[in-house]
């Protein structure tokens, strides 16, 4: 069972950066694609960035531009570099990865979802 840990939330000054981390661990077989996402309160969750494992990327709206995705396949970790946040990108980032494999269950991929890290943009 893959564990997702996401690490780098904080509170960040308007117009400042994070880089929020998140490792998988226990993986079986091998992690494909990977992926950011967040939510508000009270509002449905979004994707933010995704990222396969041969390195291409998809951004949503709010993060073109300003953040970026990244991953080191050998350590099973995603990255994302936010800049030049705003209050509006105040959220729980969670962190997504699948897994693909001949698994004991008779599937062959797995959804796993980190447990999200806070990010408080605000001056």
């Known amino acids: 069972q893959v564990q997702l840990v996401e690490s780098g939330g904080g509170l960040v000054q308007p117009g400042g950066s994070l880089r929020l981390s998140c490792v998988a661990s226990?993986?079986?077989?091998?992690?494909?694609?990977m992926a950011w996402y967040r939510q508000v309160a009270g509002k449905k969750r979004e994707l933010v960035a995704t990222i396969a494992r041969s390195g291409s990327t998809f951004y949503g709206d709010s993060a073109k531009g300003r953040f970026t995705i990244t991953r080191v396949n050998v350590k099973d970790t995603v990255y994302l570099q936010m800049n030049n946040l705003k209050p509006e990108d105040t959220a729980v980032y969670y962190c997504?990865?699948?897994?693909?494999?001949?698994?004991?269950?008779?599937?062959?991929?797995?959804?796993?979802w980190g447990k999200g890290t806070l990010v408080t943009v605000a001056s």
């Open positions: 226990g993986v079986t077989f091998e992690i494909n694609s």
């Open positions: 997504n990865a699948d897994e693909y494999g001949d698994f004991a269950d008779g599937t062959y991929g797995k959804n796993y």
